[in-house]
């Protein structure tokens, strides 16, 4: 089954324990981003990757880190959560250009303590 | 502010009647999509029309553009309990970086 498996499903940590939210799209798609999802403030882009070792920033980088190594993972890394960061994670993949649909992994609830 | 923004923020109606949502964004787009948020969830692509189009059908969605007016708006036909969900459309502009801007969404409510 085509999709964006994204994990944990929840997480709870404490200020400055660094975490990692990983995924990963078994469709072969070039394009991946991560979202995070606040009250009244809609969904807003943290990073994204054109392919294979190619990132960039989207409107809200800062505390926020992101690798592709290979095309079908895209993990998002907090190296000092704080709990302004607490927030809803979405993972998303298209087949090759940022403006195609997008595929949605579930998403990641953080809450940093 | 956003790019593109739903109306209204909340829709409450009953089962089997049509529900309409609104989009309108500022400048000039690609293309519009809709997306549907079931709680919590992921997002999930319903339709995308493109500049050049004025309207879209798939099942009992059906999404119209109006690029003069600088807005969509997607109509649910009879409605059901399952189309419970906030509804986002989401635009791509013609310059710049080509992303989607997501809107703050329709919360739509289906009252059996």
């Known amino acids: 089954e085509a999709q964006v498996t994204q994990n944990p499903r929840y997480l709870i940590t404490v200020t400055g324990k660094k975490l990692t939210v990983t995924c990963s799209q078994n469709?072969?798609?070039?394009?991946m981003s991560w979202y995070r999802q606040d009250p009244g403030l809609g969904l807003r882009q943290i990073y994204y990757s054109m392919n294979v070792e190619v990132t960039d920033k989207g409107d809200v980088p800062e505390g926020y880190k992101v690798s592709r190594k290979e095309k079908r993972n895209f993990p998002l890394i907090l190296e000092s959560p704080s709990p302004n960061q607490t927030s809803l994670y979405f993972c998303?993949?298209?087949?090759?250009?940022?403006?195609?649909?997008?595929?949605f992994g579930s998403g990641t609830q953080l809450s940093v303590l | 502010s956003q790019q593109g923004e739903e109306d209204p923020q909340a829709l409450s109606i009953q089962e089997g009647e049509n529900a309409t949502m609104n989009c309108s964004y500022k400048t000039s787009i690609n293309n519009l999509q809709w997306y549907r948020q079931n709680s919590g969830r992921g997002l999930v692509h319903l339709i995308l029309?493109?500049?050049?189009?004025r309207e879209k059908h798939s099942g009992r969605l059906r999404v119209t553009l109006d690029t003069s007016k600088k807005s969509s708006s997607l109509l649910i036909t009879a409605s059901r309990a399952a189309d419970t969900a906030s509804y986002f459309c989401?635009?791509?502009?013609?310059?710049?970086?080509?992303?989607?801007?997501f809107g703050q969404g329709t919360r739509l409510t289906i009252n059996p």
């Open positions: 998303a993949s298209s087949l090759s250009r940022m403006n195609e649909k997008l595929f």
């Open positions: 029309i493109r500049s050049n189009e």
């Open positions: 989401a635009t791509v502009l013609i310059q710049g970086a080509q992303k989607l801007v």
């Open positions: 469709m072969n798609h070039e394009y």
